[in-house]
């Protein structure tokens, strides 16, 4: 699988040609943060929005932050050649189809076609999905595993992208080198999250005085994007042996009192004992050629990387316990959706990776 960043555009899109595209889901946090990034986008013309119960609305009553585009969320996109879908899980599967027949490629932040075994919707999601033919049409978002994949959808009759969930990026994003080398005896992953993962919907348990000074774990049950992780391990391995099977993956996520950003740690049992020196040979070829994930000596920290694209991964081997400890960060909502979406965009549009997406971290 290629790890090298395409650096120009397809020569179908004629110099200066612009994309039109579409945005279903507008109205929320994923939608606006779409919303915010594409409007800078070079090579890009947002053409319509949708929202949710808010139809011939100004984008700015329900994106104050966006008012200033001048956008309205209307009942009905115009002719598009992409259409970004930010909706909740069940809502976009019944969709994708009809815009695949049309022509149009469909960037899907939900969760609807992310899966491959239709069976796992069931299992965890207790949801049959409408349309299983479509799953293994649908290539994961991921462009530092994927791109590959993602590439060849260029040109081709169905372009579908199952643009992956903000936990399962962060903690393969950490987790990749060993799986792609088959080192992963078994894996637990603890993740921690900013409040607006939880996208808009008012919620008790989300309330200012509920989250604030704070932290609590969820999804002890078994939360869903377990199956995405089982599922890219898997995929990254030479071969469906060479890495653990479900009941090794581990996957606990916890709501922290913050806005943005994810931190991932792995607790790795790898399949025999590593240096430090091998591990980080391994994460330094694994992204080498990547723009957007930098490999760093100390444990990075999420404000690191808060309002971009970029992601930071650390490893390192304990003699002591023979386990590897990866950690990882991303902003939730640019690496781990918006900005991953259209990082997706851009390799399927035969576009230079970065297209839009070379704004720096904010700190403080």
């Not at 799953?135 to 992208?161: C, I, K, M, N, S």
Request: aromatic share 6%; hydrophobic share 40%.
């Amino acid at each position: 699988m290629t790890q090298s960043t395409p650096t120009s555009a397809s020569p179908a899109l004629g110099g200066k040609a612009t994309i039109r595209v579409g945005i279903i889901g507008a109205a929320g946090i994923a939608g606006g943060e779409l919303v915010r990034l594409l409007e800078r986008h070079p090579r890009v013309t947002i053409a319509g929005l949708q929202g949710r119960d808010r139809d011939h609305q100004p984008l700015g009553a329900s994106q104050p932050q966006l008012g200033r585009t001048g956008h309205f969320i209307e009942t009905t996109l115009p002719p598009v050649e992409a259409v970004f879908m930010a909706l909740p899980h069940g809502a976009s599967a019944a969709l994708v189809p009809d815009f695949l027949e049309q022509g149009i490629a469909v960037i899907d932040l939900g969760s609807d076609y992310r899966l491959k075994d239709p069976a796992e919707y069931e299992r965890w999601y207790d949801y049959r999905h409408p349309f299983p033919e479509l799953l293994q049409a649908a290539v994961y978002g991921l462009p530092e595993q994927h791109r590959q994949e993602l590439q060849a959808l260029e040109g081709a009759d169905t372009r579908l992208v199952a643009s992956p969930g903000c936990y399962p990026t962060a903690s393969m994003l950490g987790l990749y080198p060993l799986a792609r080398a088959g080192l992963i005896a078994d894996v637990v992953v603890d993740a921690k999250s900013g409040v607006s993962g939880a996208g808009r919907s008012v919620k008790a348990d989300l309330m200012f005085s509920e989250v604030n000074d704070s932290l609590k774990a969820y999804g002890l049950s078994g939360h869903r994007h377990t199956a995405e992780l089982v599922q890219e391990i898997r995929d990254a391995g030479a071969t469906p042996a060479a890495n653990p099977g479900a009941d090794s993956v581990g996957f606990q996520p916890h709501l922290v009192p913050m806005n943005r950003g994810i931190l991932a740690t792995g607790h790795v049992r790898p399949t025999r004992p590593l240096t430090n020196a091998e591990l980080r040979g391994l994460y330094d070829e694994a992204y080498a050629d990547e723009y957007f994930v930098e490999v760093v000596d100390e444990a990075p920290a999420t404000s690191q990387v808060r309002g971009s694209n970029f992601a930071r991964v650390f490893a390192r081997f304990d003699e002591r316990t023979g386990r590897v400890t990866t950690v990882s960060v991303e902003d939730n909502l640019v690496k781990g959706a918006a900005g991953q979406a259209i990082q997706a965009f851009n390799v399927v549009f035969g576009l230079p990776e970065p297209t839009g997406l070379e704004q720096l971290p904010i700190v403080p």
